[in-house]
């Protein structure tokens, strides 16, 4: 049988129960949830801002565009260089999995800084200046967005493939607040070209 004491005990959970729950929304502004996985993200996008339509068959001399992006999901602000650069089929990519960044020379260089939550996105203009001798193509220059660089990459020419092949790519680099100085943030992205032609 119940006692008025059970009743009471029952009333006071209930009640206590409804007062959570009615101040549950308020409590939310001031409790945060464990934060979810922070990253940043690093993109390309082809001439029409869309992952499509990316140059491929490049003559010497003609410009090219494509659009690169920075995203900001850390939860907090951060300061990022994105850093361009060749490589022929031979030379080996950045690993991602280790957060080693490629040895290559860095060609073009990008600094933004990003509030949490921030995406940049701007234009990478580029051309190629290109000779061959015999079965070998060699980029000894470029220009990104005006700017000219000395490269000085060669590539033999792929009889299966048929062309001479380099990959454009970028890496993402964040600074490091205790070092004061910028680390690979195991990040890049790029995108094959065939250079076959003189223009």
Same mark, same amino acid.
């Given at each position: 049988?119940?006692?008025?004491?059970?009743?009471?005990?029952?009333?006071?959970?209930?009640g206590l129960i409804g007062v959570l729950?009615?101040?549950?929304? $308020?409590?939310?502004?001031?409790?945060?949830?464990?934060?979810?996985?922070?990253?940043?993200?690093?993109?390309?996008?082809?001439?029409?801002?869309?992952?499509?339509?990316?140059?491929?068959?490049?003559?010497?001399?003609?410009?090219?565009?494509?659009?690169?992006?920075?995203g900001n999901h850390l939860g907090n602000?951060?300061?990022?260089?994105?850093?361009?650069?060749?490589?022929?089929?031979?030379?080996?990519?950045?690993? $991602?999995?280790?957060?080693?960044?490629?040895?290559?020379?860095?060609?073009?260089?990008?600094?933004?800084?990003?509030?949490?939550?921030?995406?940049?996105?701007?234009?990478?203009?580029?051309?190629?200046?290109?000779?061959?001798?015999?079965?070998? $193509?060699?980029?000894?220059?470029?220009?990104?967005?005006?700017?000219?660089?000395?490269?000085?990459?060669?590539?033999?020419?792929?009889?299966?493939?048929?062309?001479?092949?380099?990959?454009?790519?970028?890496?993402?680099?964040?600074?490091?607040?205790?070092?004061?100085?910028?680390?690979?943030?195991?990040?890049?992205?790029?995108?094959?070209?065939?250079?076959?032609?003189?223009?």
């Amino acid at each position: 049988m119940w006692s008025l004491n059970n009743w009471k005990t029952v009333f006071a959970a209930v009640g206590l129960i409804g007062v959570l729950v009615f101040c549950l929304p $308020s409590v939310s502004l001031f409790v945060r949830d464990p934060a979810g996985e922070r990253f940043s993200e690093l993109y390309v996008l082809g001439p029409t801002h869309m992952a499509e339509g990316y140059p491929f068959n490049v003559s010497d001399g003609s410009n090219y565009l494509v659009y690169l992006g920075v995203g900001n999901h850390l939860g907090n602000s951060a300061f990022y260089e994105v850093q361009v650069k060749l490589r022929n089929s031979e030379d080996p990519l950045p690993n $991602s999995t280790s957060a080693v960044a490629s040895s290559l020379p860095v060609l073009y260089t990008y600094r933004v800084f990003l509030g949490d939550g921030q995406v940049w996105e701007d234009g990478l203009s580029f051309s190629l200046h290109v000779g061959f001798l015999g079965n070998m $193509s060699g980029v000894v220059g470029a220009t990104f967005n005006g700017v000219s660089v000395d490269v000085g990459k060669f590539a033999a020419w792929d009889s299966v493939n048929n062309g001479y092949f380099y990959e454009l790519f970028m890496e993402l680099w964040l600074m490091n607040t205790t070092y004061n100085a910028f680390s690979f943030d195991s990040r890049f992205v790029g995108f094959w070209l065939n250079v076959t032609a003189v223009s």
